[in-house]
């Protein structure tokens, strides 16, 4: 696509990069960061193509995480536990490398606990997981440098008020952070260093040329030396060989709550159900596992089904004998795969992918971009 009305100024100072980066997002920025620290005389890009970033980053639950015992056991089955052990590295070194880059108070980063639900008929479960606990502190103690991470939290939970609960095991290590407040801090980051980010602007295809990567878009066809994805779920839109497909996350939050007895991270139902505080507020999001047909999708928004379940597990399991008030709704886009690890390769000469964060972006995003600003890095 031409556009029109463009100047000679700003067809030369913007439309020319050598690292173009599709996506905004947590993998897109810190993979600009770590081109821009290593080579600061290399012109980096980034196309966003919403006003904020389009995909989860801004629009997940905030959870500092690195997996719910449940999950963990689901986890190990598809992977083994050796690859489990390296993936649960790259989540925590993400966390690590994103509290180191911004700092704790720009994240406003929460250390208050991680906590996974069991109700009495989920006893076969709760019971797995129990069993477990000794097993994934000892695998993850190298990690962490901590050997009681997992531990039963059966006492804390009519401190919290929850009803119909009968298990309940803590992660002292799971925190919590703002998204919106993330992504500002990687912004100014990113921007300090001399990144340029261009919001609403849509990528339609790109193409190679002898000297070039020429990527048509909605405000014109931009030219680059090296072309990186980092659109996660939306890849295959345009890379459809990637083994990757959405899931949407719908979430909900309340209006602020008087004497909120809740304060920490839950996961409920091997992690497709997850909540938290947000000061006195209760976030909630969840329940593609309700139907995953309709929630493998790139359209945002909200269903009935997944809706009134989120409202019934609010009304009936966390906030019980509570008056409350839905204040907003909305939805993210994740991204899965047949495989655990994030999609970091060369897919073409001179085109790259950081993408399938399998929905742990806040954990191991960090890390996921360093790693593939390094291999764009090594291919100059």
Not at 232 to 256: C, D, M, S
Request: proline share 3%; net charge negative; hydrophobic share 40%.
């Amino acid at each position: 696509m031409q556009a029109t009305n463009l100047s000679y100024w700003e067809k030369a100072n913007f439309y020319r990069s050598d690292v173009l980066i599709i996506g905004s997002g947590i993998v897109g920025l810190n993979a600009a960061i770590i081109i821009k620290k290593q080579q600061p005389n290399l012109s980096v890009t980034i196309l966003e193509r919403g006003f904020l970033p389009s995909g989860a980053s801004t629009k997940n639950a905030g959870f500092a995480c690195f997996g719910s015992i449940s999950e963990l056991i689901e986890q190990e089955k598809i992977c083994g536990t050796n690859k489990l052990h390296e993936l649960i590295s790259k989540r925590w070194k993400g966390l690590q490398k994103l509290r180191s880059l911004v700092g704790d108070h720009k994240l406003d980063y929460q250390t208050n606990g991680g906590f996974e639900l069991f109700k009495p008929e989920q006893f076969a479960l709760s019971e797995e997981c129990v069993s477990k606990i000794s097993h994934f502190n000892n695998l993850i103690q190298d990690i962490t440098n901590n050997d009681s991470v997992f531990s039963i939290a059966n006492q804390q939970i009519n401190s919290f008020g929850f009803d119909g609960i009968d298990c309940l095991i803590e992660n002292k290590l799971e925190a919590q952070l703002d998204p919106g407040k993330m992504i500002k801090a990687l912004v100014e980051i990113a921007c300090s260093l001399g990144v340029t980010i261009l919001n609403n602007c849509t990528v339609n295809h790109f193409k190679q040329e002898e000297n070039n990567i020429v990527v048509a878009t909605s405000q014109g066809d931009f030219k680059a030396e090296k072309l990186l994805f980092c659109t996660n779920a939306f890849a295959n839109q345009l890379l459809p060989q990637l083994e990757l497909k959405p899931g949407r996350g719908q979430v909900l939050i309340t209006k602020p709550i008087v004497n909120l007895k809740l304060k920490g991270t839950f996961h409920y139902d091997k992690g497709y159900y997850y909540f938290r505080n947000v000061g006195n507020r209760v976030l909630l999001g969840g329940g593609r596992n309700l139907d995953f047909f309709t929630e493998e999708t790139h359209q945002f928004g909200e269903t009935p089904l997944v809706q009134n379940t989120l409202l019934r597990l609010l009304k009936e399991v966390i906030l019980p004998e509570t008056n409350f008030e839905i204040d907003q709704k909305w939805s993210g886009i994740m991204a899965f795969g047949p495989e655990l690890s994030p999609i970091i390769e060369e897919v073409n000469r001179n085109v790259f992918c950081a993408v399938r964060c399998n929905g742990m972006g806040i954990a191991i995003g960090s890390q996921t971009g360093e790693e593939a600003g390094e291999m764009v890095l090594r291919s100059l």
